[in-house]
């Protein structure tokens, strides 16, 4: 159980990070 909750947690937070670089990205452009 504790794997699994890590696993998800760490890919959620890798896809916040994506958007927020996006975010970024789009505002600079």
């Given at each position: 159980?504790?794997?699994?909750l890590l696993?998800?947690?760490?890919?959620?937070?890798?896809?916040?990070?994506?958007?927020?670089?996006?975010?970024t990205a789009?505002?600079?452009?």
């Amino acid at each position: 159980d504790q794997l699994l909750l890590l696993y998800l947690s760490s890919i959620t937070r890798t896809q916040l990070s994506l958007a927020e670089k996006l975010n970024t990205a789009a505002q600079i452009l």
